[in-house]
Structures are given as structure tokens and as C-alpha cells.
């Protein structure tokens, strides 16, 4: 990587329905690598010849209905890994590659559910397979962005409700815990880089008018290990492709880097 280099994160919850809002945003904002969550599709079904179209390479791992992870890329896309080195993935939730000679991790860490439940624990223990894969192959001294739809809140200022949701599933302490780990492994979060205050969200529920009413939390994240976060220009959210019609409930995270 030289020069100017972005990377974006969006989860679409559906490619066949986002697919016109997703077109739009690579026409406009041109990133180099954009990294997408919940496609909910099947990799020969992916529109591809679409994106192709706006001169980005496809790199995809889907799954019908559920899951699903994809990669575009204004280059082609090397050393691709589907889910984890270790094997025995719980579904389409992982996808790493080399672009521009920075390692790429597209991630969609489960939601968890409900605090306590069978689908919580399995959400902590992916959470630490990815911590292990972390320490296993790779150094927080190599150029390294982990992005994605992480379901964790990381700290108060990224929920609207911190107390309402203190033992409940995004924002429970072993979740935040988990991730925190990631950031002692060596990884940083982008966007409090570049903004300190509260009340920035990358999701809104649908129901009960949440975006609207400022009940949001900030759960799909950029994070960097440092060689790359030290040359980060900016990184920031854009709220509106989640008010246009038949929108994703995640909004797009946008990180841009100078080297």
C-alpha cells in the first residue's frame, strides 16, 4: 500500500435488496477495499457481473438466508482464506485476503441472542477463536485490519442506553471483554482516533422508530494494528444510506489511511 488507501465496512443484511444503495456508494466514494456482512446469499448466485462493472474484483463466501461475507477490491484480491485456519466455522462469517499488501479480515461475529443462552456462549467462544487466530498468525507489528460487523458495543458512549443494556446481549461484560482483548492483543479502534464524544451508531433496530429516536449502538468497527492506524487519515460514519428506502439497519463505516 502507498498513497491514499480506504477501506469500507457495511453490513447490508442482504445483497439481492441493498445491492442499488451498495452501486451507489462505490460510485461515489470509490474505496479501495470494501468488506460486507450478511449477504445472505450463495456464492454463484452473488451479483458479481454488477460490481464487476464498477471495476472491482469479487472475493465472496456466502450461504442461503443467513451469514455470508464478501470482499470487493479495486485490485485483485491474494491469499484468500474462507473462515478460520483451524476449520469447523459456524457458518459464512469469516473471509481474509491481501490487497495492496495489507491483510484483510472480514468479520460478522454472531449476535449471541440473549445473555445466557446456547447461541451467547457459542458467541464468546467464536470471539476467542479469533483472538487465538490473532496471536497464532499474525503480529500486531504487520499490517492488519480486522472490520466487520462485531455485535459489541465497546464502551458506554457507543449504546443509547448503557444501563438498559448492561447484562444484555451487544453490550454484557464478557462480550466487551472479549473484545477488549483484541485491542490488548495489539488492534485499534479507528474511529475514537478521530472522535472522543458519544452518541455515533453504525445500527438501529427497525422497530419502534430507533433511528429516529437516537437509539442506536456502534457495533460494526475498523480496527487497525498500529502501522496501519498510525497512518489513518480518518475514519468515519455515514449515516445515510440507513435513511434511504428499504434500507440495511447497519450503516457504513469508512476508514482512510495515507502511506
Not at 96 to 111: E, K, L, Q, S
Not at 114 to 122: L, S, W
Not at 129 to 141: F, K, T
Not at 184 to 199: I, Q, S
Amino acid at each position: 500500500m502507498s498513497g491514499r488507501w480506504s477501506l469500507t465496512t457495511w453490513n447490508v443484511n442482504s445483497i439481492r435488496v441493498r445491492l442499488p444503495h451498495l452501486l451507489d456508494l462505490l460510485r461515489r466514494e470509490r474505496p479501495d477495499v470494501v468488506v460486507l456482512q450478511e449477504t445472505k446469499i450463495v456464492d454463484r448466485s452473488f451479483p458479481r457481473e454488477e460490481i464487476e462493472a464498477e471495476g472491482y474484483h469479487v472475493t465472496s463466501w456466502g450461504q442461503p438466508t443467513y451469514n455470508g461475507v464478501a470482499l470487493l477490491s479495486r485490485e485483485p484480491a491474494q491469499d484468500v482464506r474462507r473462515g478460520f485456519a483451524a476449520g469447523g466455522d459456524d457458518g459464512a462469517r469469516l473471509l481474509a485476503a491481501t490487497v495492496g499488501g495489507v491483510r484483510v479480515i472480514d468479520v460478522y461475529v454472531p449476535n449471541g441472542s440473549e445473555v445466557g443462552t446456547e447461541k451467547y456462549a457459542r458467541k464468546l467462544a467464536w470471539l476467542e477463536r479469533l483472538h487465538d487466530e490473532l496471536v497464532a498468525g499474525h503480529a500486531p507489528d504487520e499490517p492488519l485490519v480486522v472490520a466487520g460487523d462485531f455485535n459489541i458495543a465497546p464502551d458506554e458512549r457507543d449504546i443509547w442506553d448503557p444501563v438498559g443494556f448492561a447484562e444484555k446481549v451487544l453490550f454484557s461484560p464478557p462480550e466487551r471483554e472479549a473484545l477488549a482483548r483484541l485491542f490488548d492483543w495489539g488492534l485499534v479502534d479507528l474511529f475514537r482516533r478521530f472522535e472522543e464524544a458519544g452518541g455515533h451508531y453504525t445500527w438501529w433496530d427497525y422497530r419502534q422508530a430507533a433511528l429516529r429516536r437516537g437509539r442506536g449502538a456502534r457495533i460494526d468497527l475498523v480496527l487497525a494494528t498500529e502501522p496501519l492506524a498510525g497512518c489513518a487519515a480518518g475514519c468515519t460514519i455515514d449515516e445515510a444510506p440507513r435513511r434511504l428506502e428499504r434500507p440495511s439497519d447497519h450503516a457504513p463505516v469508512f476508514a482512510e489511511f495515507v502511506r
